[in-house]
C-alpha cells in the first residue's frame, strides 16, 4: 500500500464534505460572516484501481441558505487532478444499496378440521482551467493551485502555521473557527495541504455538485479530524468503493449488528440506534464500520446517469425558443405536454441551476410555466442571461462529460461495497483508512425480510432472515429483551486477506438471553424450556393460572396442546406480503 507524503494516502483525509440537507453553509468555515454549523453526516464514492484512486464527494446543501455563505476546506496529502462528479451517480448508488428491512404475514388456519382452540382472526396486523502560483515569499500558505471547477474555485494551500492558515482564511472572506486552529496543525505536522472551496461569484446553491478529486495513490480515507468541529453527535459516514473486490476498514474496526434489536414490525424504523451502539460497544469503541452491501456492482441501475442521446453541441446555435424542445428531445426535461404549453421540468438535478443561470424566467412566473410555453413569453426572455455555446460548454463540463465517466466507472469495476458507521466528535480522533480483502463473503441488507406468523391465540411468532425466532403475545410491540442483550453480534479487525479477526462474539449471549425470552412466553414448548407439563404447577409465573388463555404451545396451526396429533397436511396458511419500507442509514 502507498502512503507517502508525496500523494494522498487516499484521499483528503478531510473536513467538511456535506451530507444531504446540510444545514446553513455546511461546512467547517462559511463566507460572510456566518457561523459554522452542524454537520450531520458525509457521503463518498471511492473508485480503486492500481493506477490511483478517485474519490467522489457527494455535497448537498440547504437550497433556503445564501449561496455567499457557501465554503468547505479539505486537507490533502497532494495536489489531485478535480473535476465535476455525477449526483445521478450517487442517486443510484444510494437507491440500489439502501438496506431494507420488511416482512410477510402468515395466518394459521385454525378452523379446518375443527380442531382451532381460538378464533384465530388475525387482529393487529402491521405493514411494513488550471493556474499554478508559487506562492509569496512573505510567511503564510503558499497558493499552488487557484481552479475552476464546475461551480466552484478551489484554491490549494500549501506550508505556512496554523496561524497562518487561518489569517489567510480570514483575509479571503472565511469565518475563523477558533476550534480549527489545533487540528489545522495536526494535519500540517503531517505535511498535508488544504483545498479550499467556494461557489463561483453569482452561482445559485441549486449549481451546486459532487467534485471528483483524483490521486496516484491505492489507498482510500475518509477524514474526520477537522470534521469534527461542525459534527453533530452521531454524525452518519457512509462510504462506497468501486473496486475489483470487497473492501473493509483497516485501521477502524468492523461490526455485525444485532438484528434481534432491530424493530422489524416497523421495518427497522430504529436502524440507526442500533447501529450506533453497536459501533459503540466494547472493542468497537465508536471507531467501526458497518457493512451494508458487497457484491456485484451491476446491482446499480444507470437510468438517468448518462444517455447516448445527450449532445450539447445542438445548443450551440440554437434558438433560444427552441431549447426546451430540444432538451426533451434528449430526455433531458418532461414536459406535461409538447411545448409551447403545459409545464416542463429537469430531468438531471444539475439542469435546473443552468437554466436559471442561462434562461431564467421572468418575475413572478414559476420556471415549469415559463420553459413549457417559451413562446408565451418571448418578449420576457433576458436575451442578455442567454449564451448558447457557454450554455452547451456548461451542459458538457457538469452534465454530460461526468455522466459519462459515471457509467464508464460502473461498466469497468464489477464489485460494490458500501459501508456505515455514526459516530460523534469525541471520537473523531484518527481518519479511518480502508483495504481490499478479496476473501471475504459477499454482503446485502437490501432484502432482508423476516415472517411473522400470527398463531391461533392471536399471539405472533416472527422468523428472522437467519432464522431465528422470536414470540410476541398478541398486542405487544417488539421486545425490549432485557439488558443483557448484546447490540453487537460481532467485533472483528479485518485484515487484508482472509478470515476476520474476530475480538468480540456475542453470538452465544445473544442465544441465551433469546432463550431466556422465548421460553418465558413458554416457546417452543414447555419441555424444551424445562417448565412443568403441567401449567398450574409452574411457580415461575410465567404461565400465569394454567388457564385457557395461557396455552401457547404451538404445534402445527399452533393454537392445540397436542403436538404431534395435529396434521401438518390440513394446514394451508395465508400469506401476504406486508409493506416493506426502506430504511436508510442517515
Not at 479550499?196 to 474526520?224: M, N, Q, R, W, Y
Request: proline share 8%; charged share 20%.
Amino acid at each position: 500500500m502507498l502512503r507517502t507524503s508525496i500523494v494522498a494516502s487516499a484521499l483528503l483525509c478531510a473536513a467538511a464534505w456535506w451530507p444531504a440537507r446540510a444545514e446553513a453553509c455546511g461546512g467547517t468555515f462559511c463566507d460572510g460572516g456566518a457561523t459554522p454549523v452542524a454537520q450531520t453526516g458525509e457521503t463518498v464514492l471511492f473508485v480503486m484501481t492500481p493506477e490511483g484512486t478517485e474519490a467522489h464527494i457527494q455535497i448537498a446543501y440547504d437550497p433556503n441558505t445564501d449561496a455567499n455563505q457557501f465554503a468547505w476546506v479539505v486537507p490533502l496529502l497532494a495536489v489531485p487532478e478535480f473535476s465535476v462528479g455525477s449526483q445521478p451517480l450517487f442517486d443510484r448508488l444510494l437507491a440500489s444499496t439502501v438496506p431494507a428491512y420488511g416482512f410477510s404475514s402468515q395466518f394459521d388456519d385454525c378452523d379446518l378440521g375443527g380442531r382451532g382452540d381460538d378464533d384465530g382472526n388475525g387482529d393487529g396486523i402491521g405493514d411494513g482551467g488550471v493556474k499554478f502560483d508559487a506562492g509569496a515569499d512573505d510567511g503564510g500558505p503558499d497558493v499552488v493551485l487557484q481552479q475552476l471547477v464546475g461551480a466552484f474555485e478551489i484554491t490549494v494551500l500549501q506550508g505556512g502555521t496554523a496561524a497562518e492558515v487561518m489569517q489567510w482564511l480570514g483575509d479571503n472572506g472565511y469565518e475563523q473557527d477558533p476550534a480549527a486552529e489545533p487540528i489545522l496543525a495536526e494535519y500540517l505536522a503531517e505535511n498535508y495541504l488544504f483545498a479550499a472551496f467556494k461557489l463561483v461569484p453569482g452561482a445559485d446553491t441549486s449549481e451546486i455538485h459532487p467534485v471528483v478529486l483524483s490521486f496516484p495513490t491505492t489507498e482510500a480515507c475518509v477524514p474526520l479530524r477537522l470534521t469534527r468541529i461542525a459534527a453533530q453527535e452521531d454524525m452518519g459516514v457512509r462510504t462506497f468503493f468501486l473496486a475489483e473486490s470487497r473492501m473493509v476498514p483497516q485501521n477502524y474496526k468492523h461490526v455485525l449488528v444485532n438484528p434481534l434489536l432491530l424493530d422489524w414490525p416497523s421495518s427497522a424504523s430504529n436502524y440507526q440506534e442500533v447501529i450506533t451502539l453497536a459501533v459503540d460497544a466494547f472493542g468497537a469503541d465508536g471507531k467501526a464500520f458497518v457493512t451494508e452491501y458487497a457484491g456485484p456492482s451491476s446491482v446499480v441501475g444507470t437510468g438517468g446517469v448518462y444517455s447516448e442521446a445527450w449532445d450539447p453541441s445542438v445548443f450551440a446555435d440554437v434558438d433560444v425558443l427552441d431549447v426546451v424542445t430540444r432538451l426533451a428531445d434528449q430526455d433531458l426535461m418532461s414536459c406535461t405536454i409538447p411545448p409551447p404549453g403545459g409545464a416542463c421540468f429537469e430531468q438531471h438535478p444539475l439542469l435546473r441551476g443552468l437554466l436559471l443561470q442561462y434562461l431564467p424566467p421572468p418575475p413572478d412566473v414559476p420556471p415549469e410555466t415559463f420553459w413549457g410555453c417559451l413562446t408565451c413569453y418571448a418578449d420576457e426572455i433576458d436575451s442578455s442571461a442567454w449564451d448558447g455555446a457557454a450554455f452547451a460548454a456548461a451542459l458538457e463540463q457538469r452534465i454530460v462529460a461526468p455522466g459519462a465517466h459515471a457509467a464508464e466507472l460502473l461498466a469497468a469495476h464489477p464489485y460494490l461495497t458500501r459501508m456505515y458507521t455514526t459516530i460523534s466528535p469525541a471520537e473523531m480522533t484518527e481518519d479511518p483508512f480502508f483495504q481490499a480483502n478479496p476473501d471475504l463473503d459477499d454482503v446485502s441488507l437490501v432484502n432482508e425480510i423476516a415472517t411473522r406468523r400470527t398463531l391461533c391465540n392471536g399471539d405472533n411468532l416472527w422468523t428472522l432472515p437467519d432464522g431465528r425466532e422470536v414470540y410476541v403475545p398478541a398486542g405487544s410491540g417488539w421486545p425490549d429483551f432485557d439488558d443483557e442483550m448484546p447490540w453487537e453480534e460481532e467485533v472483528s479487525r479485518m485484515p487484508p486477506a482472509g478470515a476476520p479477526m474476530v475480538i468480540a462474539d456475542r453470538r452465544a449471549e445473544i442465544r441465551a438471553v433469546l432463550d431466556a425470552y422465548n421460553c418465558s412466553h413458554g416457546w417452543p414448548t414447555r419441555a424444551i424450556c424445562g417448565l412443568p407439563e403441567d401449567p398450574a404447577s409452574d411457580e415461575s409465573g410465567a404461565w400465569g393460572d394454567g388457564g385457557e388463555s395461557d396455552r401457547r404451545e404451538v404445534s402445527g396451526c399452533g393454537c392445540g396442546s397436542e403436538p404431534s396429533e395435529r396434521a401438518w397436511y390440513g394446514l394451508f396458511p395465508l400469506v401476504f406480503l406486508a409493506r416493506m419500507r426502506a430504511r436508510r442509514s442517515a
